[in-house]
Nanobody
Framework: VQLQASGGGLVQAGGSLRLSCAASGSIFRINNMGWYRQAPGKQRDVVATITRTGNTNYADSVKGRFTISRDNAKNTVYLQMNSLKPEDTAVYYC?????????????????WGQGTLVTVSS
């Protein structure tokens, strides 16, 4: 199973970006999906998560500015980021709780994307 993230880039403060992350491979089902970020010299923190049925949670720092969504048919999660601030600058990683086909059953897998860099200039 692979997660491919895209959509990062350089944007001015107040601007918007949309991140995408598509999962591929031997997938039976994906439960929770989420976005995390890691700024230089800091730990990786959760940004937003979404359940298979669409329930969402956000870090306080992004509430009202970021929106997480998913397309279960495409095994894809999105992060719409509006009103970006310089402190949002980080590498953004997608994560998925995957049930992967394995023999006659399935195997749980905590999958991570490769990260996409978001840089917000002041």
């Amino acid at each position: 199973v692979q997660l491919q993230a895209s959509g990062g880039g350089l944007v001015q403060a107040g601007g918007s970006l949309r991140l995408s992350c598509a999962a591929s491979g031997s997938i039976f089902r994906i439960n929770n999906m989420g976005w995390y970020r890691q700024a230089p010299g800091k730990q990786r923190d959760v940004v937003a998560t979404i359940t298979r049925t669409g329930n969402t949670n956000y870090a306080d720092s992004v509430k009202g500015r970021f929106t997480i969504s998913r397309d279960n048919a495409k095994n894809t999660v999105y992060l719409q980021m509006n009103s970006l601030k310089p402190e949002d600058t980080a590498v953004y990683y997608c994560n998925a709780d995957v049930r992967s086909f394995s023999g006659s059953g399935y195997t749980p897998l905590d999958a991570w994307g490769q990260g996409t860099l978001v840089t917000v200039s002041s």
